[in-house]
């Protein structure tokens, strides 16, 4: 496969819920609407690269149901979303094995709250003989709590103790990538990468395909997956200079959360020992805050600040 032209992370997208890398518990769930052969209106919330689009076109394509995904992060305007929703909505499904279509809203936590989901509240109402809703969003906090109330919620969280034998799935699947695109990779590199960013799968397989472009994975990687960016962040928070902490969090792409394990796996590199314990509380805090917050810029910036008020540098 040319990896020039072509995205892994579309190419090896799974096609079917057991192709899924998901909590027994989730992978269960989907499984059972599978063989029921019904889709509620669906919200999927979660971190981003743990498989809620994917999930979501896995679901119609097993059910072979009509859908289409808007992606609401660029198209979340009330009329766009009137205009494409109700002329695929108000029509008859062409599948005749289908109980019903279905519109995937990806990143439905971009929409205004005020208007656009509002608005979104009314369709689910007007169309739900013919057609499924099914919402994806890091935040679900940032969606009202009409639509929470109107689609069966599932949160897409990996608990502590699920987490290696999920990240050990995912090791073998990009093995088998890497190994049918002819790349060489490092096992002991290509495990310590993965678990740098699990869970995001997405944005492994984003970066590992742009890396593969030398011909082999090899240590390289872990100094080029945003180290220059997280060492200047560090000397930040060292010097206590919370502007240029600010200015980093406007410009970074860093996810918060991805953030925090950094943090915490390179304390013992940056940080003194006494104040180790400290560091993990606050990201701690932090960390469990990311995950309910209005603002992720403002509870960074304030988990800054803690850390710059509480820990000491070496």
């Known amino acids: ?10 190419d090896y997208r799974p096609k079917k819920i057991e192709e899924c890398i998901l ?7 989907f499984e059972k609407l599978v063989t029921l052969g019904e889709i509620p209106s669906l919200m999927l919330i979660g971190a981003p690269g743990t498989g809620k689009t994917t999930v979501a076109r896995a679901l119609c ?3 072979n149901c009509d859908y289409i995904i808007i992606n609401c992060s660029e198209d979340s305007g009330i009329d766009v979303l009137r205009n494409r929703i109700r002329n695929f909505a108000s029509t008859v499904s062409l599948e005749s094995d289908s109980k019903h279509k279905v519109v995937i809203l990806d990143e439905a936590d971009y929409c205004n709250p005020t208007s656009t989901q509002p608005a979104l509240r009314g369709f689910i109402e007007e169309f739900h003989s013919n057609c499924r809703f099914i919402f994806t969003g890091n935040y679900g906090n940032k969606i009202i709590p009409a639509l929470h109330s109107r689609c069966s919620v599932i949160n897409f969280e990996i608990r502590k103790e699920q987490k290696n034998q999920l990240m050990a799935a995912f090791f073998k699947r990009t093995t088998s ?3 049918s695109n002819n790349i060489g990779y490092d096992s002991t590199v290509l495990a310590k990468f993965i678990s740098y960013h699990f869970p995001d799968m997405r944005r ?9 472009t030398i011909g082999t994975i090899d240590a390289g990687i872990l100094s080029t997956t945003d180290n220059a ?8 928070l060292k010097d206590k200079n919370f502007k240029k902490a600010r200015e980093w969090i406007t410009t970074s792409s860093a996810d918060p959360v991805s953030l925090f394990t950094k943090l915490y796996d390179t304390s013992n590199e940056y940080v003194v020992s006494e104040s180790i314990p400290t560091l993990i509380v606050i990201l701690g805090e932090y960390g469990y805050k ?6 992720p810029d403002l509870n960074l910036a304030a988990c800054f600040v803690e850390i710059m008020a509480e820990v000491n540098f070496k």
């Open 23 to 29: 909590p027994p518990e989730l992978k269960e769930q």
């Open 204 to 212: 492994c397989l984003n970066e590992l395909q742009m890396y593969s």
């Open 177 to 179: 990538i890497l190994e």
């Open 229 to 236: 960016e997280f060492v200047e962040l560090v000397g930040f």
């Open 290 to 295: 990311a995950n309910f917050v209005a603002n």
């Open 61 to 63: 394509a097993e059910l």
């Open 1 to 10: 496969m040319n990896t020039s032209t072509s995205l892994w992370c579309e």
